[in-house]
């Protein structure tokens, strides 16, 4: 078994903290997501102000070399967006898009079922596929899915099983785009259609 590196111990620790919007989310009322969803809003447009300056400017640059450098990757030192922000974006899409109950099952599955991945992939490595684990996506979230049904006891277990399974696939399959936006939204539009059948 592998341990973790460093830096994405402090990445997952990050990804699964960020459990708290979907949280938050299930507990207020519905009308209350539009005030969310403006939150995360500000949220991204802050972090794309900071990622802007952090190129640009030596002092931001100092700052996030100093603070996040350790656990950012090779990319998003060169330039990219980091995952932060992508995260972000993947929440606020599915509040806007989806009814709250999939909307919440979406992000939980980026939060959760995205983090779990990664670290049995990293721990059992098995049955590597474009650069990933075939182990670490089922694992991840199956692990997810029992976890959600588990402390969400009110959902359709078929909706469930069914995003969990486009879930994992969006994460297994290679995809230009970044993962922590196409989980939520192409697991959330699966299961919003599942749900119109059951």
Not at 53 to 61: D, I, L, M
């Amino acid at each position: 078994m592998k341990l973790l590196p460093r830096q994405e111990i402090f990445r997952k620790i990050i990804h699964i903290s960020a459990s708290v919007i979907p949280i938050s989310y299930s507990m207020i009322p519905s009308s209350d997501g539009d005030f969310l969803a403006f939150f995360l809003f500000v949220l991204i447009v802050i972090g794309i102000i900071l990622e802007y300056g952090r190129r640009r400017y030596k002092q931001v640059k100092i700052f996030f070399s100093r603070f996040f450098n350790f656990m950012m990757r090779n990319e998003e030192l060169t330039g990219k967006l980091t995952g932060a922000i992508w995260l972000l974006l993947g929440c606020f899409f599915s509040i806007i898009l989806f009814p709250k109950e999939i909307s919440v099952i979406s992000m939980l599955l980026l939060t959760i079922g995205d983090a779990f991945a990664a670290i049995i992939g990293i721990a059992f490595p098995y049955g590597k596929y474009k650069g990933k684990t075939i182990s670490g996506r089922l694992g991840g979230f199956i692990l997810a899915g029992l976890l959600i049904f588990y402390f969400i006891g009110n959902i359709n277990p078929i909706v469930l099983i069914v995003g969990s399974v486009f879930a994992m696939l969006t994460e297994l399959l290679p995809n230009p785009i970044n993962d922590n936006i196409t989980i939520p939204i192409i697991s959330g539009i699966a299961m919003f259609f599942i749900g119109q059948i059951f």
